[in-house]
């Protein structure tokens, strides 16, 4: 069975209610995360729900950082569909 059978469908009608809650939830990870660093670290901790991966990368000769995380929905929306 698939774990995310419980799932509304994309198509699934919110009410403006629900908008607006979700809404507000995204708003206040945005202010959490772009205020005091000390504060960002901590919502990263509680958003991310696998750690960062940073992999090294070379593309037209130059070197860079490729960083990669998971966002856990259930942190970022209450668990929505649940």
């Given at each position: 069975?698939?774990?995310?059978?419980?799932?509304?469908?994309?198509?699934?009608?919110?009410?403006?209610?629900?908008?607006?809650?979700?809404?507000?939830?995204?708003?206040?990870?945005?202010?959490?995360?772009?205020g005091d660093v000390?504060?960002?670290?901590?919502?990263?901790?509680?958003?991310?729900s696998t750690p960062?991966?940073?992999?090294?990368?070379?593309?037209?000769?130059?070197?860079?950082?490729?960083?990669?995380?998971?966002?856990?929905?259930?942190?970022?929306?209450?668990?929505?569909?649940?």
């Amino acid at each position: 069975m698939c774990p995310r059978a419980n799932l509304q469908p994309a198509t699934a009608q919110r009410t403006p209610a629900e908008t607006r809650k979700q809404i507000l939830r995204v708003q206040v990870w945005r202010s959490l995360l772009t205020g005091d660093v000390a504060q960002a670290r901590d919502g990263f901790r509680q958003l991310l729900s696998t750690p960062i991966l940073c992999t090294p990368f070379v593309k037209n000769g130059r070197r860079g950082l490729r960083f990669e995380g998971r966002i856990g929905a259930d942190a970022l929306f209450g668990g929505v569909g649940n």
